[in-house]
C-alpha cells in the first residue's frame, strides 16, 4: 500500500525514500545544503536494525558503500557538489567491479568551494562518468519532494538490475524544501531477489574475487569495458524518463530539469494564461539522455529553449538530440543565483521574438 | 593389505589456491600469505572469511588467497573492509595491506577504522619501500635509504621522518592488539603467526580492532640478494621499527 500523504523535507524524503526501498545501510560525510539526509538517517536506520556510519571523509564514505554493496547490501551515499568530487575515485570502481548503489548530490554552486545555493553545474560530472575510465551512471533527477519519493526506489532498482552505481540528483532547493509526498509500498529487505555475486563467506561454494583490474595479456580488459558497454546501451535503450507538459502544439519548448524545470513550469502556465503556445519538456534521467523523446518535438515550427541552472552543460545533449530540426536558443545562470519564472518568460518570449534580449541563439 | 609408506605431514593450507604467485624471490609476501593462510585453516574460518587486499605488490592476492576478496582503491581496504564488517557482521573480515597503502594514502582510514574499534583483523606488510611502483620511497623508509625518489637516500628535512604508524593507531581506544614481527627468521616467522592468531581471536571474540605489522624483505628493490634483505632488516630497520607487542588489550594468555 502507497503511505498516506505526509509533508517532508526533500533531503528528508530521499531518506525515508531509501529506507523504504530496503535500503539499511548509509555512509556520508557532513556537507551543506545535504547534512538533513544524514542526520534523517541517524535516527532512523537503528529503528529498522540498519547502520549509520558518519565516515571520517567523502573517500571512505563510498568506500564503505563498495564493501557494504561487496557484501550484497541495499546502500545509499548522499553529499553536495565538491564531496561529490571527492567521492569520484570510488564511484569509478563501483562502475568496473560492476556492484550496485546510489549515490544522492544535493547540487550547490562551484567550482571549489563556491557557495551552499542551489545550482545545477554537475551535469558533466554526473551524465560523463565523473571519473577516470569508459564506463556512464544512470543519472536521475528529481524536481521535488514526490518525484524523490518515486526516484529514490527506482535508483535502487535500477542499481540492482544493472549492477551499477546510480546518481540520484537534486539540488539545495530541493533538499530543503517541504512539499506534500506519498510514498510508494515499502520493500522488506529480506524480500529482495537474491545476488549471485555478492561476498558472503565461500562455504559450499567455491570463493569469489570482485575487482577491476584486468593484467591478461589476452585482452581481458578489452572485453570487460565490451560487456559495460553492452550494459550501458542497454541501458541507454531501455531506461530513458522524461516529462512533457503543455508540449504537443507548442511553438516554443522549454528544456528544464530538477528546479529549473519547476521554474519553467511556472512561466509555461503564465506564457499560456497568456495566449502563447509554451511547453515544457523534462528530462528525468540525463543519463541515458531521452533523445529521441526531445527529437519527436522538434521541427521547423517548433523552437527549443534551453533554461539551466549553470553556464550552459545540458545543452550539449539538447544539441546532439535537435541537431538542426529546430532552432536552439540557451539561457542559464550558474553561482546558485535563481531566477525567477518571469525571468524565463522573457527568455521564451525573446525566443520567440527572435531579438535576442534575454538568452541566445546556440549554433551546432 | 601393505602399510602406507609415507604419511604426508607438510601440505599447503586450504586457504592458498594451488598456484604459483608472482612475487619475486625471497619477497616476504609468500611467507605472510602462507601464515595467514594456515591461521584460517586451524581456527576452521576460511568459509567464513572476506579479505580486501591492497593496492600494491599484494593487489593480486584474490589469485592466491582460496577465500572471499574484494579489490579496494589505493589505500581505502579499511573503509571497504568497515562497510562489509557492518553488513555481515557474523564473518570474518581481514585486511592485507602494505606501507604505502596503509600509511601513506590511507592514513586516514587506517586510523578512523582503527579509532572506531572495527572488528577487523589488518594485515600490515612494512618493507620501507614501494614495491609493485618500483622501488620509490615510502612513508616507512628509513632515513638515508635510497629509492627510485630519495637517490641520495632519505632526508629528513626534505622528506620527513619514518612513520610508525603501528604506534600511533595503539593510543586509540577501539584498538585492543598491535604487534610488530619480522619475518626474517624461522623465530620471527613463528612469532609473526602467533600474532595473527591472536589477532584473528580478537575480530572473533568482539574485542576491537588489532593490527599485525611484519617487518618483510624486498631484495629486488632494494638490489639485495635475499639473505642480504634479511640481514638489513636487523641490522637496519629493526632500529628503527623494534619488534615487540605494542599493545594488548586481549587478556590472552600466550
Known amino acids: 500500500m502507497p503511505s498516506e500523504k505526509m509533508l517532508m523535507r526533500g533531503s528528508d524524503t530521499l531518506a525515508e525514500a531509501a529506507v523504504r526501498a530496503g535500503c539499511r545501510y548509509f555512509f556520508g560525510y557532513p556537507i551543506t545544503p545535504q547534512n538533513e539526509l544524514p542526520e534523517y538517517m541517524s535516527r532512523r536506520l537503528p529503528e529498522v536494525g540498519g547502520t549509520f556510519i558518519q565516515a571520517e571523509s567523502e573517500l571512505a564514505a563510498i568506500n564503505m558503500v563498495l564493501g557494504a554493496s561487496a557484501a550484497g547490501a541495499r546502500v545509499l551515499t548522499s553529499s553536495s557538489s565538491p564531496g561529490v568530487s571527492l567521492k569520484q575515485e570510488g ?23 563556491g557557495n551552499i545555493a542551489a545550482s545545477a553545474a554537475d551535469y558533466f560530472q554526473a551524465t560523463r562518468g565523473g571519473a577516470h575510465g569508459d564506463y556512464r551512471t544512470p543519472v536521475l533527477a528529481a524536481a521535488g519532494c514526490q518525484d524523490l519519493a518515486e526516484l529514490t526506489f527506482d535508483a535502487f532498482d535500477l542499481a540492482d538490475k544493472y549492477r551499477t552505481p546510480v546518481l540520484l540528483l537534486g539540488d539545495g532547493l530541493i533538499g530543503q524544501v517541504m512539499e506534500p509526498v506519498i510514498f510508494p509500498d515499502p520493500i522488506d529487505p529480506a524480500d529482495l531477489p537474491p545476488k549471485d555475486y555478492i561476498l558472503d563467506g565461500c562455504a559450499g561454494r567455491e570463493p569469489r574475487a570482485i575487482y577491476s583490474m584486468l593484467l591478461g595479456q589476452q585482452g581481458e580488459l578489452y572485453h570487460h569495458n565490451m ?75 517548433v523552437k527549443v529553449a534551453v533554461f539551466e541552472l549553470s553556464a550552459g552543460q545540458m545543452v550539449e545533449d539538447v544539441m546532439l538530440s535537435v541537431g538542426e530540426r529546430s532552432e536552439i536558443y540557451f539561457y542559464g545562470v ?10 524565463v518568460e522573457a527568455f521564451l518570449l525573446s525566443v520567440l521574438k527572435g531579438d535576442g534580449s534575454v538568452g541566445r541563439r546556440v549554433v551546432l | 593389505m601393505s602399510q602406507v609408506a609415507y604419511e604426508k605431514i607438510f601440505t599447503r593450507p586450504e586457504s592458498l589456491k594451488p598456484v604459483p604467485t608472482h612475487y619475486c624471490p625471497g619477497c616476504g609476501h609468500s611467507v605472510a600469505h602462507r601464515l595467514v593462510a594456515e591461521c584460517l585453516d586451524e581456527m576452521g574460518l576460511r568459509e567464513r572469511t572476506i579479505g580486501v587486499p591492497p593496492v600494491g605488490c599484494a593487489v593480486l592476492a584474490y589469485n592466491y588467497f582460496n577465500f572471499d576478496m574484494v579489490e579496494a582503491p589505493h589505500g581505502r581496504a579499511l573503509a571497504v573492509a568497515t562497510g562489509i564488517k557492518r553488513v555481515e557482521p557474523d564473518k570474518f573480515v581481514l585486511t592485507y595491506q602494505g606501507d604505502g597503502d596503509l600509511a601513506a594514502i590511507g592514513t586516514a582510514e587506517t586510523i578512523h577504522a582503527a579509532n572506531r574499534g572495527e572488528l577487523i583483523s589488518c594485515i600490515f606488510i612494512n618493507n620501507a619501500i614501494y614495491g609493485m611502483t618500483g622501488g620509490q620511497m615510502a612513508p616507512t623508509s628509513l632515513l638515508g635509504e635510497a629509492t627510485t625518489t630519495t637517490p641520495g637516500g632519505r632526508d ?14 595503539a593510543i586509540c581506544d577501539g584498538v585492543v592488539y598491535v604487534e610488530r614481527c619480522a619475518l626474517n627468521s624461522v623465530k620471527g616467522i613463528r612469532k609473526a603467526k602467533k600474532a595473527i592468531r591472536k589477532s584473528f581471536q580478537a575480530q572473533l571474540d568482539g574485542l576491537g580492532f588489532s593490527l599485525v605489522e611484519l617487518l618483510s624483505p624486498c631484495p629486488t628493490n632494494m638490489k639485495m640478494t635475499p639473505q ?23 587478556g590472552y594468555e600466550d
Not at chain 1, 569509478?92 to 567550482?111: C, D, F, H, K
Open chain 1, 91 to 113: 564511484i569509478s570502481y563501483l562502475a568496473g567491479q560492476e556492484l550496485p548503489a546510489v549515490i544522492a548530490n544535493m547540487m550547490r554552486g562551484g567550482p571549489g568551494l
Open chain 1, 227 to 301: 560487456k559495460l558497454q553492452e550494459k550501458y546501451q542497454e541501458i541507454a535503450e531501455k531506461e530513458q524518463r522524461w516529462e512533457e507538459y503543455q508540449a504537443e502544439d507548442a511553438e516554443v519548448i522549454v528544456v528544464a530539469y530538477g528546479t529549473a524545470s519547476r521554474i519553467a513550469m511556472a512561466a509555461v502556465d503564465q506564457l499560456r494564461a497568456d495566449g502563447v503556445k509554451a511547453g515544457l519538456f523534462r528530462p528525468i534521467s540525463l543519463y541515458p539522455y531521452p533523445k529521441q523523446a526531445l527529437r519527436d518535438l522538434a521541427g521547423d515550427k
Open chain 1, 334 to 343: 550558474p553561482g546558485g543565483v535563481i531566477p525567477t519564472p518571469a525571468d
Open chain 2, 156 to 169: 629528513p628535512q626534505r622528506d620527513g621522518r619514518p612513520i610508525d604508524i603501528s604506534r600511533m593507531i
Open chain 2, 228 to 250: 642480504q634483505a634479511w640481514e638489513w632488516i636487523d641490522d637496519q630497520m629493526m632500529e628503527t621499527y623494534p619488534p615487540g607487542v605494542i599493545k594488548d588489550t586481549t
